[in-house]
């Protein structure tokens, strides 16, 4: 396995992380079938109940019979300990608190059981933490259909281990300068979702109640939408627009063509073409735009499953086709931005939730995206609320893109200082 882990000080020596585990507990994974979730069973962590270093939240916990516990004691963790995941979502690292002491593990899972002579166990986790021991994961499952990290290269993964005191220091400066970065994270991601709000809110008043607070209003006889403007009016979509459904044929895709866009790719907003993933060939392409199925500027692709109600404005003139799951809205006179801005407003999320309430598998049929209620301006109207959202919308999420940078920035900084430090790139007292 490469080691990725040259340059650090002369003390400090690369050692399999086997070899700094406590002997009497190696590493290992749990439990491999844990049958019916038992509410007074023994708790069991799987990787899906795990953030990438935060730990998991105990009450929330499966648990499986104590009976079945009882055949997998090898795997029972201690308070203490670091729990790895290693399943397709490889890479998560936990410390195990005191109250889950006797839990288990899936097969998903490993535990990794620091010998404190060797390593001290918060060191250790943000040696896993880091970007060079990351990278070792990576090579080991390169190449795999199903990208799980397999016990034998999880203990073959070398790690560097200074003197005792220095780990400790080390971990000690990580805890702090860490936590202060996640609240100033925290506090960033709270000021995204502010802007979010804000952006939502001049939207949805807007398309609802228009630019003019002094024009007369009457009620729509909606109770999500609230009174409008007296000269709106509110009606089905059908009635003003052109509802088209994607073709329900299987393509073949081929590395580069035509993009093809479903509900992956449609996001609020101008639909972004660099998001698709799927392509077809031209062949394919001239067979997904019959039946007037050929998007063109101005339209609407609109998501009726997954990101439910999502609608993206087709602000260019690239070829694409429409995938599973999708359909297309046009007009040739209204506003297709207007028509965006209310799908995407508090008013059209709200009438989605409604309509797809009660389905466990929350999608919305093109039968009822025809029959949704929409506020409709004169068309002239329209097109001033477009201008006028345009240009208020674009300072907010000018604002927003910029925080969202500072955020992929701290984060950045914040793997460096880790990958740094346990690997003795920073100059930390008592730590070389």
Known sequence: ????????????????????VDSARPITYGIVQAGEDVSDGVPYIRPVDMSDEGGVSPGKLRRTSREIAATYR?????????????GPSYGKV??????????????????VSADDDLVYSRYLFWCLRSTPIVRQWDYSVGGATFRALNLAPLAATLVPTPPLDAQRTIADFLDRKTAAIDDLIARKERLIELLQEKRQALITQ????????SVPMKESGVEWIGSVPRHWDVV?????WDVV???????????????????GEVKPGPLDLSRATRFVDDRWHSIMIEGGRRPMRGDLIYSRNASLGAAALVAHD???VMGQDV?????????????????????????????????????INVSQIRELLIVVPPEEEQERIADVLSSLTDDVDSARVAVERSVDLLREYRQALISNAVTGQLDLPGAA
């Open 245 to 263: 459904d994607c073709k329900h044929v299987t393509p073949t895709y081929v590395p580069e063509g035509v993009p093809l866009v479903s509900t």
């Open 206 to 213: 807007a398309v609802t109640k228009g630019l003019d607070p």
């Open 94 to 111: 936990m410390v195990v608190p005191a109250d889950l002491t006797g839990a288990n593990l899936t097969q998903g899972t490993a535990r």
């Open 318 to 320: 690239d070829a694409f």
């Open 74 to 86: 090898r795997s029972e963790v201690s308070a203490g300990d670091l729990v790895v995941s290693i």
């Open 1 to 20: 396995m490469t080691s990725n882990l040259a340059g650090f000080p002369t003390r400090w020596r690369p050692v399999q992380l086997k070899r700094v």
């Open 327 to 363: 359909v297309l809205i046009r007009s040739e006179r209204q506003s297709g931005f207007f028509l965006a801005a209310y799908l995407n407003s508090v008013a059209g999320a709200t009438q989605v939730e409604l309509a797809s309430i009660g389905s466990t598998f929350k999608r």
């Open 236 to 240: 089905e979509l059908r009635r003003k």
